[in-house]
């Protein structure tokens, strides 16, 4: 299920006060929701876009591997959450990515995540990053999920711990 107004949950999921100064903060602020793309093929697909800061870049002039992991952690969290119609909590159990070409300081990123399933215990999803001038991929990988209880939107929603 599909949410109707997912572009209002998608901003409400990135203001909620759990994400201050974490380390993902800043993609989640930085991603640009695109809906209606050319990749959004069916409502579990979702499309952002992301420009490459200067802060990701690694010593090698493309994006650091571990700025690319967490694209596409915080982007299949995303999917997910549209994916479920309880907008559970999750939290990674496993995590794998390849590497294809690098990316520059300054890329327009298009970002192509597919929430697979979402089960009662376990969500599944795939990722698919471009540089956007050419469609060039980057990376692609998997994120697979455990479903906690709870939502992200609890009132009481606390750091797992």
């Known amino acids: 299920m ?10 409400r999921f990135i203001q909620i006060p759990i994400l201050k100064n974490t380390f993902a903060e800043h993609f989640y602020q930085a991603f640009q929701f695109l809906p209606g793309h050319a990749l959004e093929r069916n409502s579990n697909h979702l499309v952002l876009r992301y420009k490459v800061p200067q802060e990701i870049m690694n010593m090698n002039g493309s994006v ?27 939290v990674s159990i496993e995590l794998g990515l390849s590497f294809i070409s690098p990316a520059k300081l300054n890329d327009q990123l298009i970002v ?27 990376t692609t990988g998997r994120h697979i999920k455990a479903v906690l209880p709870g939502t992200f939107f609890d009132s009481d929603f606390k750091k797992i711990s």
């Not at 192509?112 to 980057?138: F, P, R, T």
């Open 2 to 11: 599909v949410h109707k107004e997912f572009g209002d949950i998608f901003k």
């Open 112 to 138: 192509h995540a597919v929430c697979q399933k979402v089960g009662k215990n376990v969500a599944y999803s795939v990722c698919d990053i471009y540089e956007e001038s050419g469609m060039k991929l980057v």
């Open 64 to 90: 650091h591997g571990g700025a690319l992991a967490t694209i596409l952690d915080c982007a299949t969290t995303i999917a997910i959450l549209r994916g479920d119609r309880n907008l559970s909590r999750t």
